[in-house]
């Protein structure tokens, strides 16, 4: 395969993500393999959670088609834009459409689990957002009391980034949902998350919220 166009976009612990082509299509490319040796495992299964995920997702515009998974290599499609931290999306038609774009996807029985990283969030070339990065989805389809709960935090996530960068065009509703955080979220706060963050930053390299890993040399 020549790799001569390939452009890593992320090499860490967890392995390398990386653009390249397949038979003339631009994809995406994560290689497990890549991964350090006492991660593996834990990448692997990541990935398959990313491909359960998108396999349940698929034909869903704003979405990654999944075009391939054995075990070693995951390959999605390639959405053309730029994360949300590089373009700062402050058209309120944006946060409508992710608003549909979220409540499609849970209404797959899917959750995203990880919607605070701005750069799982995509804006594409016509302005649309997109997701990216389902290796901690909610891949059960079960729509109980736990799916809700998590689902509601997807939703928040998403309301904390309109805040960010559209807070006029938050409605009675949205704010109060920002203020009435799950009793999960806030344990969570409370008690792992400082945890999670020493894990993170030391042993990841993930320093900021963006969620971007170093890379490796």
């Known amino acids: 395969m020549d790799t001569s166009r390939d452009t890593l976009l992320k090499c860490d612990e967890l392995g390398r993500v990386e653009k390249t082509e397949r038979h003339g299509v631009c994809v995406i490319r994560r290689d497990v393999d890549a991964a350090r040796w006492w991660a593996r495992a834990f990448a692997r299964r990541a990935a398959a959670r990313e491909a359960r995920a998108l396999a349940k997702l698929d034909g869903l515009d704003g979405v990654p088609a ?3 998974w054995d075990g070693h290599e995951l390959l999605r499609g390639y959405i053309a834009g730029a994360p949300m931290q590089q373009a700062r999306p402050c058209d309120r038609a944006y946060y409508r459409e992710a608003l ?3 409540a499609r996807v849970h209404r797959r029985g899917i959750v995203h689990n990880d919607l ?3 750069p799982n ?3 594409d070339v016509d302005g649309r957002p997109a997701l990216v990065d ?3 989805a909610w891949t059960r389809g079960k729509r109980g009391a736990l799916f809700r709960a998590l689902a509601r935090e997807d939703l928040r996530h ?3 980034h309109k805040r960010t960068y559209c807070a006029d065009a938050l409605s009675a509703r949205q704010r109060a949902i920002l203020a009435t955080p799950a009793p999960h979220a806030v344990l969570w706060r409370a008690t792992g998350k400082r945890l999670y963050k020493l894990v993170a930053r030391r042993v990841f390299g993930y320093w900021d919220n963006e969620g971007q890993g170093r890379k490796r040399d």
């Open 158 to 160: 998403l309301l904390k």
């Open 134 to 136: 389902f290796q901690i």
């Open 100 to 102: 549909r774009l979220l």
């Open 121 to 123: 969030w995509l804006v």
């Open 116 to 118: 605070a990283k701005e």
């Open 66 to 68: 999944l075009l391939g």
